[in-house]
């Protein structure tokens, strides 16, 4: 007969079960990301120790850095803890059991810092070409003419109205709380919330096929036609064709998809190219500070800055989506590899705020090599910055794109500590219930078999078409 004085052995094991609370894991992720910062911190000084007596380094060259082994990245290996419960003090070789798929190798935990060095092969060339051209597109928004146009099509009373009502709720609610914290979102960003959502569910128009000119009838599309040159001078550099499915009646449609801002503010209508480049130039009217973001998997959005959070705000207006950067990745199933946002001011990698997960959404970064692309990006921002502006606001854009990147490698340590925690037993994918809930199952805007095409339909529940 067991003595009642010790416990059974099904007590211990709920016991057990019950040492692995959300506390315990908010502070093994904690512990973890501080391990990150110390030991890539300690690594760096004892480097720079080594090297302080030795003579300069060559200058690595594009064509060296590709034929560098990829073996340089490598795993978290983790040994199994003996005790009951794992414990919460971390060293740099200890961990958790492999018993699940490890945590994404992150390229940009690497102990070697960056230097930026000039293409050289002639994919890095091409890849430079393409991403100096991108740049010209947010310097056109600073056309004073352009914005006093954007002025007279935009509801400025009805945006300021209800930009002036959310922002008094948002007041009100901070102050509920009684701790002196601030709103969440100033006037200014609920100024850009109101036009996002006047300019999704009124201005422009998005289009799948175009309807027949004739008959209005559906269209099919019949490939690509030359441009005109008035389709040329306003930008449409491709020029798609549709012709109408009535037999008798065959009437063709013309569609150019134009890249400037001046025609789209008459034809108001296209797919996410047209919509991004329309409203991010409609934000800068408004006075927001504007990023145009490209992705190199056929998508553009728009980053706004804001001045109550001091960061960039993620702005996708086909989705009507507001501050969700992980909308592509974890909402559409999207796969992607660069996303670039440029402005007026210059450009920057924001890749690490869209991919938390490199595991599992990211495709390979191949156009150039790392130290390359931080190169180009560093050139853009010269050419941006140069004698046009004072020296204090050089310096502010020097301390603000600082920030940014202490931002961006925090994404990345957690990550890491989001994955470490989620390999716990009993708790797959629990960091990210809830953020996942959030996300709608695939893409919104375009016609379903369009989505299904370009892989954005989301891993679960998709559209049946709108």
């Not at 506390?23 to 990301?33: G, P, T, V, Y």
């Not at 007596?53 to 003996?82: I, K, N």
């Not at 959502?197 to 422009?204: A, D, E, H, L, S």
């Not at 134009?258 to 190219?273: I, K, M, N, P």
């Amino acid at each position: 007969m067991a003595d009642p004085g010790t416990p059974s052995r099904g007590r211990q094991s709920d016991s057990d079960n019950n040492q692995f609370d959300d506390q315990w894991a908010k502070d093994l992720r904690e512990q973890f990301e501080n391990l990150l910062r110390t030991k890539r911190f300690s690594d760096l000084n004892d480097r720079s120790r080594s090297r302080s007596g030795s003579p300069a380094l060559d200058r690595p060259s594009s064509t060296s850095y590709r034929a560098a082994s990829p073996a340089m990245t490598r795993p978290l290996h983790h040994t199994p803890s003996t005790s009951s419960r794992p414990s919460s003090t971390l060293s740099a070789t200890s961990g958790i059991n492999r018993h699940s798929t490890l945590p994404p190798a992150y390229s940009t935990l690497r102990n070697r810092p960056r230097i930026p060095t000039p293409p050289q092969d002639a994919d890095s060339l091409q890849f430079r070409n393409l991403l100096i051209t991108l740049s010209h597109t947010p310097v056109k928004y600073e056309n004073p003419g352009l914005l006093d146009e954007a002025l007279t099509v935009i509801p400025l009373e009805r945006i300021y109205g209800e930009a002036q009502e959310e922002s008094e709720v948002l007041e009100a609610q901070a102050q509920s709380m009684g701790d002196g914290r601030k709103a969440e979102w100033g006037y200014q960003d609920c100024v850009i919330r109101a036009l996002l959502r006047w300019f999704k569910r009124t201005f422009f128009t998005w289009v799948n096929n175009p309807p027949c000119p004739v008959c209005f009838s559906p269209t099919v599309a019949h490939g690509l036609v030359p441009p005109t040159p008035d389709e040329s001078a306003r930008g449409a550099n491709r020029v798609e064709s549709y012709k109408c499915i009535e037999a008798a009646c065959g009437a063709f449609e013309r569609f150019p998809r134009y890249s400037d801002v001046w025609a789209l503010l008459q034809t108001r209508r296209g797919r996410c190219g047209e919509w991004a480049n329309c409203f991010s130039m409609l934000c800068r009217a408004l006075g927001g500070r504007v990023r145009w973001v490209w992705n190199s998997e056929d998508h553009v959005w728009t980053e706004v800055y804001s001045e109550q959070q001091k960061r960039w705000v993620h702005v996708d207006a086909c989705e009507e989506a507001w501050d969700n950067p992980r909308l592509y990745a974890e909402g559409w199933g999207k796969k992607m590899a660069y996303c670039i946002a440029f402005s007026a001011d210059g450009a920057t990698d924001v890749t690490r705020r869209y991919i938390r997960n490199t595991s599992k959404h990211a495709l390979g970064r191949t156009r150039s090599p790392e130290e390359v692309l931080l190169f180009i990006i560093n050139e853009i921002r010269q050419m941006r910055r140069g004698d046009n502006i004072s020296k204090e606001e050089k310096r502010r854009l020097i301390a603000e794109d600082a920030k940014e990147e202490k931002d961006l490698q925090k994404f990345v340590a957690q990550a890491i500590a989001a994955a470490v925690t989620d390999m716990l037993p009993g708790r797959p994918g629990a960091s990210d219930a809830a953020d996942l809930a959030k996300l709608p199952a695939g893409r919104q805007s375009g016609s379903a078999e369009w989505v299904q095409s370009r892989g954005e339909a989301g891993q679960q529940n998709p559209r049946e078409g709108q």
